[in-house]
């Protein structure tokens, strides 16, 4: 299966400020389509997970326009332009290259 | 408005069976994929089990291949997960999802709130 492997583990930033996570997959996301098969997720607490970016760097509806994705084939950056406290949670890549579909382990963003 | 609720969870004892169910609304359901992701408590998420639009292909991941079931009743709206010979490991909160496309090659895109499964004697 696809690991996919994600750091740093935790994260504390101040409002306003940039956050990058990054998230590696143990071999390429990338099709023959041209698209990386990568997405992230935030799950806030008490919550379930929701979904923030597809394909790597498409905002899913809603999503606001200080989340902001970027990479290919095994390496992936997740950047909040400047967080706010309603960002807290934690946050996680999943690959559907192939099945079974798997998620890092997690990135926890808390506020300053 | 657009949902999913998740229904069945509760206690099992080892070797035990349980089975949920996921009712949607507010979207065309025979058109999507489905899943079940569960997340062990404090811990990260873990994909179990998904399901293509027509319910004519299912996929499970490893840890539960075999004593687990996914169907989909696409004029009652509703997914189901049969789990069998339960295990303490399986201990979590299942997720129902809906997947972008009808293959489920892609992201969740709506998740249930969950329902908790307890495996203990």
């Known amino acids: 299966e696809i690991v996919m492997t994600q750091s740093p583990l935790s994260l504390s930033v101040t409002p306003g400020q940039p956050a990058s996570i990054s998230c590696k997959s143990s071999?390429?996301?990338?099709?023959?389509?041209?698209?990386?098969?990568l997405y992230w997720y935030l799950q806030k607490p008490g919550q379930p997970p929701q979904l923030l970016i597809r394909?790597?760097?498409n905002r899913f509806s809603g999503v606001p326009e200080r989340f902001s994705g970027s990479g290919s084939g095994t390496d992936f950056t997740l950047t909040i332009s400047r967080v706010e406290a309603e960002d807290v949670g934690v946050y996680y890549c999943?690959?559907?290259?192939?099945?079974?579909?798997?998620f890092g382990g997690g990135t926890k963003v808390e506020i300053k | 408005e657009v949902q999913l609720l998740e229904s069945g969870g509760g206690l099992a004892q080892p070797g035990g069976s349980l089975r949920l169910s996921c009712a949607a609304s507010?979207?065309?359901?025979?058109?999507?994929?489905m899943g079940w992701v569960r997340q062990a408590s404090g811990r990260g998420l873990e994909w179990v089990s998904g399901?293509?639009?027509?319910?004519?292909?299912?996929y499970y991941g490893e840890s539960v291949k075999g004593r687990f079931t996914i169907s989909r009743d696409n004029s009652m709206k509703t997914v189901y997960l049969q789990m069998d010979s339960l295990r303490a490991e399986d201990t979590a909160v299942y997720y129902c999802?809906?997947?972008?496309?009808?293959?489920?090659?892609?992201?969740?895109?709506?998740w249930g709130q969950g329902t908790v499964v307890i495996v203990s004697s």
């Open positions: 999802a809906k997947q972008v496309t009808a293959s489920g090659d892609d992201a969740f895109d709506i």
């Open positions: 507010g979207f065309t359901f025979d058109i999507y994929a």
């Open positions: 399901i293509n639009n027509r319910g004519l292909k299912a």
């Open positions: 071999q390429s996301l990338l099709h023959t389509d041209g698209k990386n098969y």
């Open positions: 394909e790597v760097s």
């Open positions: 999943m690959q559907s290259w192939e099945r079974p579909l798997t």
